[in-house]
């Protein structure tokens, strides 16, 4: 790892802002095409997590902490602060909630999380990677729904196969030949499916036994393996049997990690065995290079112009030296591009911060987010709750069709941890038992366990479509301990959303009752994303999948970046990651995120190599930031 010191006067090829997944993959490529590049990666995090040691210490603090949440193993950071669960309330109407990390001016709640520490939110996300749809592609075209995006699914397909090598999935590609996903003749996934569990397979029995006729159309469902980015058993046959070897390590001090999933149900926050990949891997090997440098403790604070050609000239950052103390010097990385490669609102943040909203306005604009719909209850026998990852097998019919002309559609994940994400099981089950049913001694854990081992929960993940009005801002008067301003999130969900929630759970008490199941679901007024549609209350929860916030295209005037995720304005900067997205469809955005990285990487090694990219002069600055209507 570098130091300021080591950093000050140098010119590098590349800049990075970010260690996630698509900073990550990027500079990662960039060494394998160009063997002369120097590279420079600024990272938020504290930095200590490329060790064994470090990520114990993750794995410690995850165990002794009473509320488990997305971010619990990772501390408190003041100087790179996220958004936690605890943040999140009921807004009322016209009012701001300043009190978390992410300003909130809804009307509804922007809730879900990320994490700045080094591989970003890889550190605690599920690790489910399915490709998206070809309709994906195509939704303004199609359904007069969002947005549709500067190429095709094919065109993408030969990096979705590069992605999934380096994020080493695991899936079968019969299993995922649906609703138009195609592969290449021959390919093979890089490891064998994660096998079902006993409660996906219980599941199947009831849902694959006869049609369902749901809102006036047939449909006839299928319980299919999720692709998944966890190390299971090598596959062989990949790469025209050659078979594939995981990089499980992230450190060559490092024996025992990367192993193969142990069926631990805690994947998201973190994996105990690492078999989950996550983005500290693919910034090893960069680092391992010997040609790229990488800063941790550095926010990023300012893009830097050339007002004259619009270049960037240098990022500004901030370097603190604790995290719980906002002491802090400031250094400036210079290059000849700069990559911004953080998250969606993280990326937003930082542009409109520098004063760089854009001739189109549409920085920080068309801001989403996945919502979730859960419905739960109690299988009539025991289901083996609490068993194997999160998730590992889901429903896929209705990902797509022709009624998303009228509501959104929706992936079905069949969650294997119980209750855990609906209601807090185990412990609130703990409470009822106790509690409600006053049971205690041999007839407590009878009743415990026969409880929570015949759970089953339902989670819909529903699309939003892009919608310019939902955004990122900042604003002068919310700033975080080193001074920097904090996002500001304007967030409303469109009824197209919300029906498709709603048809979920009609679905989910059809399912339900094929499979005998009796329903325990409850939607509360109490809950912040707890709302009425159609004379019916549903609780509805964000996921943590940011897209959108600079979002690409075919012109300037209408797209923040083009194809290649490089700035229309700014010729040597490229803002990537999910924030390029224009739609995000139903699937989880990291594989396709991962796979425009690769797609970016190429145009960027090509440009390097031709010298196509200018030095830009040192020293200019980018405007003063003002507030963001």
């Known amino acids: 790892m570098a130091e300021p010191g080591d950093i000050a006067g140098k010119e590098y090829d590349v800049v990075v802002i970010g260690s996630g997944v698509s900073g990550a993959i990027i500079v990662n490529e960039l060494t394998k095409m160009l063997k002369g590049i120097r ?70 709640v922007l809730d879900g999380t990320y994490t700045r520490v080094t591989g970003g939110t890889t550190l605690h996300w599920q690790g489910n990677i399915p490709r998206m749809l070809p309709e994906d592609f195509e939704m303004r075209s199609r359904y007069g729904r969002g947005a549709d995006w500067p190429f095709r699914y094919s065109d993408l397909m030969p990096y979705y196969d590069r992605a999934e090598c380096e994020l080493g999935a695991s899936a079968d590609v019969a299993e995922q030949e649906y609703h138009g996903v195609a592969f290449r003749p021959g390919y093979e996934f890089p490891m064998r499916k994660m096998p079902a569990t006993y409660l996906d397979r219980i599941v199947a029995e009831g849902v694959e036994a006869s049609s369902f006729v749901l809102d ?33 390590s992230v450190s060559a001090h490092q024996d025992e990690t990367g192993m193969r999933c142990q069926g631990n149900t805690n994947c998201t926050p973190i994996c105990p065995a690492q ?120 429903i896929e019919e209705l990902r797509g069709g022709a009624f998303r002309k009228d509501r959104a559609a929706f992936h079905i994940d069949i969650i294997n941890n119980g209750w855990t994400y609906a209601t807090g099981a185990p412990y609130s089950d703990l409470e009822e038992v106790v509690d409600g049913l006053n049971k205690f001694g041999r007839s407590l854990r009878v009743s415990l366990t026969d409880r929570v081992a015949r759970q089953v929960l339902l989670a819909f993940m529903v699309d939003v479509p892009a919608d310019a009005n939902n955004r990122i801002t900042v604003d002068g008067r919310y700033v975080d301990a080193l001074g920097n301003w904090r996002p500001v999130a304007s967030y409303a969900l469109p009824d197209y959303s919300i029906a498709g929630a709603a048809f979920g759970r009609e679905v989910s008490r059809r399912l339900f009752q094929r499979l005998g199941v009796k329903d325990s679901t409850k939607y509360s007024p109490l809950d912040y994303g707890y709302m009425f549609f159609n004379g019916e209350g549903l609780t509805l929860n964000g996921g943590n999948h940011f897209s959108g916030t600079h979002m690409m295209g075919l012109s300037p005037g209408a797209s923040v970046v083009d194809a290649k995720q490089r700035s229309w304005e700014h010729r040597n900067l490229f803002l990537t990651g999910s924030g390029s997205m224009p739609s995000i469809g139903t699937s989880n955005p990291t594989l396709t995120l991962a796979a425009l990285g690769m797609m970016t990487a190429e145009e960027i090694a090509k440009e390097l190599a031709g010298s196509a990219i200018p030095v830009t002069s040192a020293g200019a600055r980018g405007t003063e930031p003002s507030e963001a209507s």
């Not at 299919?224 to 980015?229: D, M, V």
């Not at 299971?232 to 046959?237: K, T, W």
Request: aromatic residues 10%; contains cysteine.
């Open 39 to 108: 590279a420079l990666v600024l990272d938020a995090g504290p930095g200590d997590d490329l060790t064994m040691g470090g990520y114990d210490s993750y794995m410690n603090r995850f165990y002794s902490a009473v509320f488990k949440g997305g971010n619990s193993p990772y501390g408190v950071n003041l100087n790179a602060s996220t958004p936690v669960e605890t943040d999140f309330r009921p807004l009322q109407y016209g009012q701001t909630d300043a009190s978390g990390y992410v300003v909130q001016r809804g009307p509804v």
């Open 275 to 394: 078999a989950k990949y996550d983005a500290r891997r693919t910034m090893w090997k960069a680092m391992a290079s010997g040609r790229v440098d990488f800063l941790p403790r550095a926010v990023a604070s300012r893009v830097q112009i050339d007002a004259a050609t619009g270049c960037v000239t240098g990022i500004e950052f901030k370097r603190y030296e604790s995290p719980a103390a906002p002491a802090h010097t400031v250094g400036v990385a210079r290059g000849r591009v700069y990559i911004l490669a953080a998250n969606a609102i993280e990326n937003a943040r930082l542009m409109l911060a520098s004063g760089l909203s854009g001739k189109s306005g549409l920085v920080g604009r068309n801001l989403m987010n996945h919502v979730y719909l859960f419905a739960w209850g109690l299988m009539p026998r025991i289901a083996g709750a609490m068993r194997g990852t999160q998730g590992t097998s889901g």
């Open 216 to 248: 006036g159309a047939v449909y006839d469902l299928k319980v299919r393996g999720i692709p998944q980015a966890r190390n299971g058993i090598p596959n062989p046959a990949y790469d025209g049997g050659a078979g594939y070897e995981p990089f499980g």
